[in-house]
C-alpha cells in the first residue's frame, strides 16, 4: 500500500524525469474509452477513464490503458491524450461480445496483457481495474508483477440484484463471486460516491481504509 500512495503522491507533485515515472496499467477489458458513450456498452465509465488517463499523464506518470480488441482494423496502439496510450489486446473474436460470454475470455486477454508488457519491458508500479472482468485480470496481474491493485466497479452485482424489475434477470454468481475476491484483495478501492462506498463496505464487507 505504501507504493500505491507513494505512486499517488509523485503524480500530485507534477511531472517527473522522464526516466522515473511511475508507470500505471489501466484495465478496461469490455469497454473503451475511445468508444462513443452511448453505444453498445459505452457510457459514463468510458469519458471517466478517459478524463482520469489523461489527467494521470498530464501530471507526468506513463499511463497505458488496455481493453478488448472489437475491430480488427484497429491499431494495436492509439493514442489518447497527454501522452497516455490505448492498448488493443486480441482475445476472442474481434467483435463485440455480449459481456455474460466475456469471462471465458479472460485467460486470453490476460496473456495479451503480459506478452505487451514484456515485449516493451514495461515495470508497471500500479494496477487499476474498472468492472469486474477487468478487476480479474488485473488481480492475476498484480500478483505476476508484484504491484499495488486500485479497483474500481462502477455498478455492483448485489446492487442490481437488490433492485430487480419483475422477469428482469438477476447478475450471474461468476460476476457475484468475482465482485468478492477483487474486493477482498485490492490496495486500494475507488467509489464514485459516499453510497457506493457505503455498498462495498455493506454488502461486500470492503475494509473502510481501502
Known amino acids: 500500500m505504501g507504493t500505491c500512495r507513494g505512486t499517488i503522491e509523485r503524480a500530485a507533485n507534477g511531472p517527473p524525469a522522464a526516466d522515473d515515472a511511475p508507470r500505471i496499467a489501466v484495465v478496461s477489458l469490455h469497454t473503451s474509452p475511445l468508444d462513443q458513450p452511448g ?7 468510458n469519458v471517466f477513464i478517459r478524463a482520469a488517463a489523461e489527467r494521470l499523464s498530464a501530471g507526468g506518470l506513463h499511463v497505458d490503458v488496455f481493453t478488448r480488441t472489437r475491430d480488427e482494423r484497429r491499431p494495436e496502439v492509439e ?19 455480449p459481456k455474460d460470454e466475456l469471462p471465458r475470455f479472460l485467460p486470453e486477454f490476460l496473456g495479451g ?58 447478475e450471474p454468481p461468476d460476476r457475484l463471486s468475482g465482485e468478492e475476491l477483487v474486493i477482498a484483495d485490492a490496495d486500494r478501492l ?7 462506498a457505503a455498498q462495498l463496505v455493506g454488502l461486500y464487507r470492503a475494509e473502510p481504509d481501502r
Open 113 to 170: 496483457v503480459l506478452r505487451r508488457a514484456r515485449a516493451e519491458g514495461s515495470d508497471y508500479d500500479l494496477v487499476h481495474t474498472h468492472y469486474w472482468l477487468s478487476g480479474w485480470v488485473g488481480r492475476s496481474a498484480r500478483e505476476i508483477w508484484g504491484v499495488p491493485l486500485v479497483a474500481s466497479f462502477h455498478t455492483l452485482g448485489k446492487v442490481k440484484n437488490y433492485s430487480l424489475s419483475r422477469g428482469e434477470r438477476p
Open 79 to 97: 493514442e489518447l491524450g497527454n501522452g497516455s496510450r490505448l492498448i488493443n489486446v486480441q482475445a476472442g473474436p474481434s467483435a463485440p461480445v
Open 39 to 45: 453505444s453498445g456498452d459505452s457510457g459514463g465509465m
Open 190 to 196: 475507488v467509489a464514485a460516491t459516499p453510497v457506493e
